[in-house]
């Protein structure tokens, strides 16, 4: 278990304890993986880990477009208050339907935002995405569906926007909250089938995003989170190519809290001379320029003025309430 997990644990049991957001019912310890703890809600009330005002509308935004809630049951989200997938949603998604907003909290990170364009739904940013093709040829299920949030490539969200020379870009969000990685070798998945094979034929590609000069092998990415930037990586690069939704450009921006220094470390055995953080080597590795970034939640979120929106005040309360270290 990373140390900053240790520390958000006892975060959100206070959270639980003491918000208004959150019933009396909810506030008892939940069952999670067969044991009961009090950084988890009861599973029948798992919605009140959302911030109340999005708590009906995403639920039926997820159900409409078929995309799993990791852990969740019953249409819910998961009741663990340190998931990943949970933060994401309530950083973002009060965003969705406020293109002004979602334009000046991105505008920092790209200085040439226009206007925010709907890429799903009618709305301003999309979860799970996992692209209208599948460009990675990653295996197909059964029923021949592939499933956004589960078994497949998925960035966390996705936004869309036209920039002021015209062109129009999506941004991938590689979303991390509490994650931290240890040094385990993902080249051969849990049945027997090698990894790198399903993805060799992408990165021996000539225009493949990733600088092939400076990588050691390509089985030195086979390992968290590189494994996860990689396949991303690759995800936007063949959705430019294809010009999804009609993107000239794709990129991926990873979000992470800048207090959780678990996740910077080089989890590589071959990567460690290359930098000193897991997202200073994965842009040291990306071959075009701007196609990788980087920001800390607190920069990208504690800027947002809610003087110029003060519809989202509530919410701002909401998220220094819960997550504390956006206020340190």
């Not at 499933?147 to 920039?163: C, E, K, L, P, W």
Request: net charge neutral.
């Amino acid at each position: 278990m990373g140390k900053f997990l240790q520390t958000e644990k006892p975060n959100q049991v206070a959270f639980k304890k003491t918000s208004a957001t959150i019933s009396s019912a909810a506030k008892a310890d939940g069952m999670y993986k067969d044991h009961a703890y009090p950084f988890c809600l009861p599973r029948d009330l798992a919605e009140e880990n959302l911030y109340p005002r999005v708590r009906t509308t995403i639920r039926e935004y997820f159900e409409r477009n078929k995309i799993k809630w990791h852990d969740g049951q019953n249409g819910k989200p998961s009741n663990h208050m340190c998931d990943s997938q949970v933060c994401c949603a309530n950083f973002l998604f009060p965003f969705a339907d406020k293109p002004n907003a979602l334009a000046a909290l991105l505008k920092p990170i790209f200085p040439d935002v226009q206007e925010m364009l709907p890429i799903e739904d009618g709305l301003y940013v999309a979860f799970e995405w996992i692209g209208q093709e599948n460009y990675l040829q990653e295996k197909i299920s059964r029923n021949g569906q592939r499933t956004r949030g589960a078994n497949y490539t998925s960035a966390d969200a996705a936004v869309r926007f036209r920039r002021t020379d015209g062109r129009e870009q999506i941004s991938l969000i590689e979303w991390k909250y509490t994650e931290s990685y240890s040094s385990v070798n993902l080249e051969v998945a849990a049945s027997g089938q090698s990894r790198v094979e399903i993805y060799r034929k992408l990165f021996d590609q000539p225009d493949c995003p990733i600088d092939k000069t400076r990588l050691p092998c390509f089985e030195a990415l086979f390992y968290e989170p590189f494994y996860q930037f990689m396949r991303q990586q690759l995800l936007a690069h063949e959705m430019e190519k294809a010009h999804e939704l009609g993107a000239d450009i794709v990129s991926l921006l990873h979000i992470a809290p800048a207090h959780n220094l678990d996740f910077k470390a080089i989890t590589s055995p071959q990567l460690k001379p290359f930098g000193s953080s897991a997202t200073g080597v994965w842009k040291s590795l990306v071959t075009l320029p701007g196609r990788f970034i980087s920001i800390p939640t607190e920069t990208l979120f504690g800027s947002m003025d809610t003087e110029r929106f003060p519809e989202l005040k509530d919410w701002q309360a909401y998220i220094q309430a819960r997550y504390t270290w956006m206020a340190s």
